[in-house]
């Protein structure tokens, strides 16, 4: 098993899928409003700072997918 930390562009430059066993989305505008102003409130703090948005753990098949097992919710979040 690896650990890095990535940005999110990264994140989003990879295949994702979320498998089918994930909860539906479920977030509703608060829980996206609370993300979003704490993304926002850290770049004014320091605009060349990093933010961590917290653990996302991705599954590599070898067909080159991978699967969100967790931080479905943020990841979904930040692609809509």
Known sequence: MKSE???IRGLF???L???DY???YRW???NAQILF???YASFKKNK???YRIGSIVLYHNREG????IDGQQRVTTLSI
């Open 5 to 7: 930390l990535i940005c």
């Open 65 to 68: 997918k991978y699967y969100i």
């Open 48 to 50: 060349e700072g990093e």
């Open 17 to 19: 899928s979320i498998p």
């Open 28 to 30: 509703k505008v608060e």
């Open 22 to 24: 994930q909860r539906p």
């Open 37 to 39: 102003d704490d993304l």
């Open 13 to 15: 430059e990879h295949n």
